[in-house]
């Protein structure tokens, strides 16, 4: 039986259980998580999905033991970002994109854990509010005013392109904004990646959220190299095997 102290926490849980899958249901895309059906029976509630199988992102990384090439940067991030333009185009933002949120499957990436379902539940607890990651957790998730869209989740994106390339996450927020000790990737990797891709990094990881890219299109054509820019480094081929 639960206490009367939980029972807020608790509905509010089940409230946001219950949006995630209504949420989920509606789209239908490889690198989202399907929902086939959701109910809510005996106190609380169930969702039926497919199975999953495969090393999140974090995990495959360290299994590679090198720096990942751009062509296997690339590889997994055109999905993923096929992925937000259907969520986006709903108004639905995911708002937790991180490493060890992201399943590579033998059919390609999947984002896990629907964060803006979760929402409900960070507006009546301190304690859940910590899931916010620091370096992939912009500015605008911490509060105030400044409005999250999909330049969040770019950010939160870029954080992932980052930890890979310099091996650890982007410095977190609450150190940039007194004094930003980040340098371009685009010059303290260039020569390793194409400037192209560290440019288009580097602007969706600015602090403020309009000096990104605001949405996926705007993102995709930075990371499109232009008849002078350099086009990706020639790589020894890469690849994870999902286990």
Same mark, same amino acid.
């Given at each position: 039986?639960?206490?009367?102290?939980?029972?807020?926490?608790?509905?509010?849980?089940?409230?946001?259980?219950?949006?995630? @899958?209504?949420?989920? @249901?509606?789209?239908?895309?490889?690198?989202?998580?399907?929902?086939?059906?959701?109910?809510?029976?005996?106190?609380?509630?169930?969702?039926?999905? +497919?199975?999953?199988?495969?090393?999140?992102?974090?995990?495959?990384? @360290?299994?590679?033991?090198?720096?990942?090439?751009?062509?296997?940067?690339?590889?997994?991030?055109?999905?993923?970002?096929?992925?937000?333009?259907?969520?986006?185009?709903?108004?639905?933002? !995911?708002?937790?994109?991180?490493?060890?949120?992201?399943?590579?499957?033998?059919?390609?990436?999947?984002?896990?854990?629907?964060? @803006?379902?979760?929402?409900?539940?960070?507006?009546?607890?301190?304690?859940?509010?910590?899931?916010?990651?620091?370096?992939?957790?912009?500015?605008?998730?911490?509060?105030?005013?400044?409005?999250?869209?999909?330049?969040?989740?770019?950010?939160?994106?870029?954080?992932?392109? !980052?930890?890979?390339?310099?091996?650890?996450?982007?410095?977190?927020?609450?150190?940039?904004?007194?004094?930003?000790?980040?340098?371009?990737?685009?010059?303290?990797?260039?020569?390793?990646?194409? /400037?192209?891709?560290?440019?288009?990094?580097?602007?969706?990881?600015?602090?403020?959220?309009?000096?990104? +890219?605001?949405?996926? /299109?705007?993102?995709?054509?930075?990371?499109?190299?232009?008849?002078?820019?350099?086009?990706?480094?020639?790589?020894?081929?890469?690849?994870?095997?999902?286990?």
């Amino acid at each position: 039986m639960r206490s009367e102290p939980h029972r807020e926490t608790f509905d509010a849980g089940l409230k946001s259980f219950v949006n995630e @899958a209504r949420l989920l @249901a509606r789209f239908d895309h490889p690198a989202l998580v399907k929902v086939f059906r959701y109910w809510a029976a005996n106190g609380t509630a169930y969702m039926a999905m +497919p199975y999953y199988e495969g090393p999140t992102l974090k995990t495959a990384l @360290a299994q590679l033991g090198t720096r990942a090439p751009e062509s296997l940067l690339r590889e997994w991030l055109d999905p993923l970002l096929d992925a937000l333009t259907v969520m986006h185009r709903e108004q639905c933002y !995911h708002r937790d994109i991180s490493p060890d949120n992201i399943l590579l499957t033998a059919s390609g990436p999947l984002l896990l854990d629907f964060g @803006a379902a979760r929402h409900v539940i960070n507006d009546r607890t301190q304690v859940l509010t910590t899931m916010l990651k620091p370096g992939f957790a912009p500015v605008e998730q911490y509060g105030g005013t400044m409005l999250q869209g999909a330049w969040t989740d770019l950010y939160a994106l870029a954080g992932v392109l !980052h930890y890979p390339i310099v091996g650890r996450p982007p410095v977190a927020w609450v150190v940039r904004v007194v004094r930003d000790p980040v340098q371009p990737l685009a010059l303290t990797h260039a020569g390793r990646y194409s /400037a192209t891709f560290l440019h288009a990094i580097d602007a969706a990881l600015a602090v403020r959220p309009e000096s990104r +890219p605001q949405d996926v /299109a705007e993102f995709r054509a930075l990371l499109e190299p232009g008849p002078q820019q350099d086009a990706a480094l020639d790589e020894p081929p890469a690849s994870i095997a999902p286990v």
